[in-house]
């Protein structure tokens, strides 16, 4: 039986795009970083204008995300499938249905990933908002292999990058392109912020208050 990927209910966490409404918080590569507040199920999302006005430190912020990313995937809530990929490329499949991209920004990423792969060079693809691939890339041809299937994984859609990046201990880099032709298929009648629209805007104190808590007391995950 398949395991059950459980959305958050509740706290901060960091998300990434190619389309910020607004100004983002960071970048990485072509990305954008932003963060979303999740509150009993509902979600908003947050660019730097709005912890401005806020009154909240930005970097307190993304750091409060990113530790809550990392509760999630220790709680088990994200799930890491450990898969071969083309010409038997061991790579890791991280899927979340809002997180799976923004593990890219996950504290300790690569000790992670070296556990479950091995190896000394590894490489990120962000296919999708819901999933990531991790994989070895100690024989030169795995990136170039892996650009080629981009398109097909993310598939009905088009990829949300094709940028390829060296997973370090600092973080995330950018690589250089792939020496291939990665093609993409786009989807003209994808509204790209669709995941992005806020689906509640609380306003005043009520705002203020329950944000600052978030930022100021760690999202656990209940046992």
Request: glycine fraction near 8%.
């Amino acid at each position: 039986m398949s395991a059950v990927v459980v959305r958050p209910r509740q706290g901060l966490f960091p998300v990434v795009t190619r389309h910020a409404p607004g100004r983002e918080l960071c970048s990485v590569g072509d990305l954008s970083v932003l963060v979303m507040r999740v509150h009993e199920g509902r979600s908003r999302v947050y660019g730097r204008d709005d912890l401005d006005v806020l009154g909240v430190d930005v970097a307190r912020v993304y750091l409060r995300s990113r530790e809550n990313l990392e509760l999630l995937v220790d709680a088990h809530l994200v799930r890491l499938e450990l898969t071969r990929g083309p010409r038997g490329v061991p790579m890791v499949r991280i899927k979340h249905p809002a997180l799976g991209a923004s593990c890219l920004l996950l504290p300790g990423l690569r000790d992670r990933m070296l556990k479950l792969l091995g190896g000394e060079s590894l490489c990120a693809v962000v296919v999708r908002r819901d999933l990531m691939v991790v994989f070895s890339a100690d024989d030169p041809l795995a990136r170039v292999d892996v650009g080629a299937k981009l398109a097909e994984w993310a598939a009905p859609h088009r990829p949300l990058t094709r940028t390829q990046y060296g997973i370090e201990e600092s973080g995330p880099r950018v690589l250089a392109h792939a020496d291939t032709e990665i093609p993409v298929d786009v989807d003209e009648d994808e509204d790209p912020t669709i995941y992005l629209a806020p689906r509640e805007r609380p306003s005043g104190a009520r705002l203020i208050g329950d944000a600052i808590s978030d930022i100021l007391v760690p999202h656990r995950q209940p046992a």
